[in-house]
């Protein structure tokens, strides 16, 4: 299998969201290109007509009345976020405001 | 007083609460007591949570002496895993980007353990968001094994298995995506099940791999640990992947297996559970207990689960894949840590420095496994086989239960490892998952129970059925226990230094 590189590391972190530093992706580089080879394994493996499993249990759509029921407090949850104003949680500014 | 009551099994604890010999809240200082006194060597604890614990218990007393007829765990103390959230009490899943946290509402199955009377502890130590095989990938310090503080509990519910072995609670709960309930239980001593996939609720178990996911019960003997399944399992409408189906009878299963009569029973030895990468004395052990099941009446043949041997390779992309997705929640806004928020930096800036900060190694490792599992180019080559031979499991164990009622192995593949060995080597890590990855990806229940001793260290067997039968695990279960005449933990040392 391809060997994975620092490069590419940093772009995974890039959409995973995680401001890695250099000295982590030194190490990541290493420690996901031995897992990624190792999990690799699963392609020994002749499953052509074989359908995947993505859950154990069958999934339905699980349908009930729709009826009004009590939420957990919106006072509780946003007294618990990182920052609320208003009855909202607050945010860091979404859009570039030079745009 | 104090050191008897610690040492009782739950069932007797209940049985002495109802019957007026000790009170609830006498039970719950025994133990907090404990914790006290042991607390700081084994580190089983993130949360104590004494002034909740004494007045549940409390409640319970005073519901007894009002003439109500208690369960049979009521007034039992518990520690739970810091993964289920509980209501007013911090709840961190091992991590430090929910550092502080306090839930506004309390999991399903915390509910139902508060209504069966049961006296919450605290909370304990695991791998950050149960990812890990022995507790160390914590961010709040690693747990010491009871039966050797230099080597880990097991992982990832290692505080769960170390406070029930450390005597600091009598039953405890975990959850296991890939193990993480047996294989602690094993290297601990004590008794652990991984219920059916959908036999309990997961309504406010913080996710992980939601496919994989499901919370279980912990006890020194198996009969507690059929009481706390009983009171845990059960549909859930607020989970839509709980199963509507009549709780599985385990604590009578549990009662039957004790009587050591396995007469008409066939168990079958999975040959691709042993070998390379497993220690004599585990081996031994478990053959040791293949033949008490003989001598009980059970009929013991070996089958072949030929695809077991792709069970490590499939788990290590399913599970990263989910865990990628579900900690996509982490994003700083809703609950937890907040970093960079300087009114400069973007939303996207904010996510990505607080999900640095917040996330320890592994947890990082394997959001960028499953993100990486999950790209358009990979994705049928990693993510999708994985799927496919998590088919291809699932029909070997349906050909194996053609011929067998339950099959077996060894729970782990070594005893308990010391402490530091693995951190730095992420694939010796995974290997002690190795035995109950395949009833995880099948979503069958599977139970270890204490098998002996390998080098002074606790061994454990693993019991997997079909889906729903959770009952058989237990009856071999208990059947093993009485088969060694008192539950092993009570050969493990008195922790005094």
């Known amino acids: ?99 | 007083m104090s050191a008897e009551l610690i040492r009782l099994t739950a069932a007797d604890t209940a049985a002495k609460i109802a019957a007026g010999e000790v009170t609830a809240v006498e039970v719950a200082h025994a133990h907090l007591d404990r914790i006290a006194a042991v607390d700081e060597r084994v580190h089983s604890f993130l949360q104590v949570d004494a002034d909740g614990a004494l007045a549940a218990a409390e409640a319970v007393d005073t519901a007894r002496a009002s003439g109500e007829k208690l369960g049979p765990l009521a007034g039992v103390p518990l520690a739970l895993k810091d993964v289920v959230v509980t209501k007013g009490l911090e709840t961190t899943s091992g991590s430090k980007i929910l550092k502080g946290w306090i839930p506004p509402y309390d999991a399903t199955i915390t509910t139902k353990m508060r209504d069966a009377g049961i006296v919450i502890l605290g909370k304990t130590n695991m791998d950050e968001f149960a990812m890990g095989s022995s507790t160390e990938n914590s961010a709040y310090g690693a747990t010491h094994n009871p039966w050797d503080l230099d080597r880990t509990p097991g992982g990832s519910s290692g505080g769960s298995s170390a406070a029930v072995a450390a005597f600091e609670a009598p039953l405890s709960i975990g959850t296991d995506t890939g193990g993480s309930i047996r294989q602690p239980a094993a290297v601990t001593g004590i008794v652990g099940h991984k219920p059916t996939y959908g036999a309990v609720s997961r309504r406010g178990l913080i996710a992980f791999s939601s496919s994989l996911d499901q919370a279980g019960p912990f006890g020194r003997t198996v009969l507690d640990a059929a009481l706390l399944h009983e009171v845990i399992a059960g549909h859930d409408p607020g989970d839509s992947t709980s199963l509507n189906v009549p709780v599985s009878q385990v604590v009578a299963a549990a009662r039957e297996g004790a009587q050591g009569d396995l007469g008409g029973l066939t168990v079958g030895v999975v040959r691709e559970l042993g070998g390379e990468g497993y220690e004599p004395g585990v081996e031994a052990a478990a053959r040791e207990t293949y033949a008490r099941l003989e001598q009980m009446g059970a009929k013991v043949v070996e089958v072949s689960c030929p695809n077991f041997t792709y069970a490590l390779a499939a788990y290590y992309l399913i599970a990263p894949s989910e865990c990628s997705s579900n900690l996509a929640r982490f994003d700083s806004v809703r609950y937890g840590l907040r970093v960079g928020d300087d009114g400069v930096n973007s939303l996207e800036d904010v996510m990505s420095l607080t999900r640095e900060a917040g996330f320890g190694a592994e947890v990082k490792r394997r959001i960028m496994i499953g993100t990486y599992a999950l790209s358009s180019g990979y994705y049928d080559a990693y993510y999708g086989q994985a799927q496919k031979v998590r088919t291809l499991i699932s029909r070997d164990f349906a050909a194996a239960f053609e011929t067998c009622d339950v099959l077996v192995s060894p729970a782990t593949p070594t005893v308990a490892f010391r402490l530091g060995e693995r951190v730095d080597d992420p694939m010796a890590m995974y290997a002690a998952d190795l035995c109950t990855l395949p009833a995880s990806l099948a979503g069958l229940p599977a139970i270890s129970v204490p098998a002996g001793l390998s080098e002074g260290l606790p061994v454990g067997l693993q019991i997997m059925a079909p889906a729903l039968a959770d009952d058989r695990c237990y009856r071999v279960a208990a059947a093993v226990e009485a088969s060694f005449g008192h539950p092993l933990i009570d050969d493990a040392p008195e922790l005094h230094r």
């Open chain 1, 1 to 99: 299998m391809p060997a994975i590189s620092r490069e590419e590391v940093a772009h995974l972190a890039r959409l995973a969201r995680l401001a890695v530093t250099d000295e982590e992706l030194d190490m990541f580089a290493g420690q996901l290109d031995v897992i990624l080879g190792a999990v690799a394994r699963v392609g020994e493996v002749a499953a052509d007509d074989i359908p995947p499993t993505s859950h154990v249990v069958p999934l339905t759509n699980v349908l009930r009345e729709d009826e009004p029921q009590p939420s957990i407090d919106r006072e509780a949850v946003l007294a618990v976020a990182p920052a609320a104003e208003d009855g909202r949680f607050r945010v860091p500014r979404i859009l570039d405001e030079d745009a």
